[in-house]
Antibody, heavy 120, light 111 residues
């Protein structure tokens, strides 16, 4: 069965970086892209970016450009999202989801979420 | 403020039909398909509708989606208490900086 398993919760200081992993299984990794979505406490969903599982092509949200890097490791079927220069308003639950990127099929499987807290 | 506009709240009684709207523009809904997600408290979002009106396997046919022009809507018929959740529309935006976009979300209360 399709599974996306994310890394554990992180607590970071302002200005630091965080790297969240998303281990995919149960489907051909290179046949689907992955989308990163975050949700600040009590807020709605925010699209962060998308990466192709086939060639690593990425598209990130304008407001995060320059601070976010998305990568994949096809040998371990794992995707990574690194966010740099963390600020307090980056405190959120971060999700990876299969699909998106303008795909007709939507984001059909989601990781369990990774809590990132940015605090001094 | 979200590019896609949803009402912040909606409500209905058990058995009723509720419709949630999602308004966008020519560069997003007007050009691309719309998906809908349900999020129960403390859980990851769940895909309810993709491609404007398609239901993934396992989603009850009480849930339906439609799109017209630059707006989309999600309808829930035969409302049940377990439908109380947050609902989000999403699509792709083809403007200069483009990318995925979500509506602000609608909190559905079953009275």
């Amino acid at each position: 069965q399709v599974q996306l398993v994310q890394s554990g919760a992180e607590v970071k200081q302002p200005g630091a970086s965080v790297k969240v992993s998303c281990k995919a299984s149960g489907y051909p990794f290179t046949s689907y892209g992955l989308t990163w979505v975050r949700q600040a406490p009590g807020q709605g969903l925010e699209w962060m970016g998308w990466i192709s599982g086939y060639n690593g092509k990425t598209k990130s949200a304008e407001k995060l450009q320059g601070r976010v890097t998305m990568t994949t490791d096809t040998s371990t079927t794992t995707a990574y999202m690194e966010l740099r220069s963390l600020r307090s308003d980056d405190t959120a639950v971060y999700y990876c989801a299969r699909g998106g990127g303008g795909s007709y099929l939507g984001m059909d499987y989601w990781g369990q979420g990774t809590q990132v807290i940015v605090s001094s | 403020q979200s590019v896609l506009t949803q009402p912040p709240s909606a409500s209905g009684t058990p058995g009723q039909r509720v419709t949630i709207s999602c308004s966008g523009s020519n560069s997003n809904i007007g050009t691309n398909t719309v998906d809908w997600y349900q999020q129960l408290p403390g859980t990851a979002p769940k895909l309810l509708i993709y491609g404007n009106n398609q239901r993934p396997s396992g989603v009850p046919d009480r849930f339906s989606g439609s799109k017209s022009g630059t707006s989309a809507s999600l309808s829930i018929s035969g409302l049940q208490s377990e439908d109380e959740a947050d609902y989000y529309c999403t699509t792709w935006d083809d403007s200069l900086n483009g990318g995925g976009i979500f509506g602000g979300g609608t909190k559905l209360t079953v009275l």
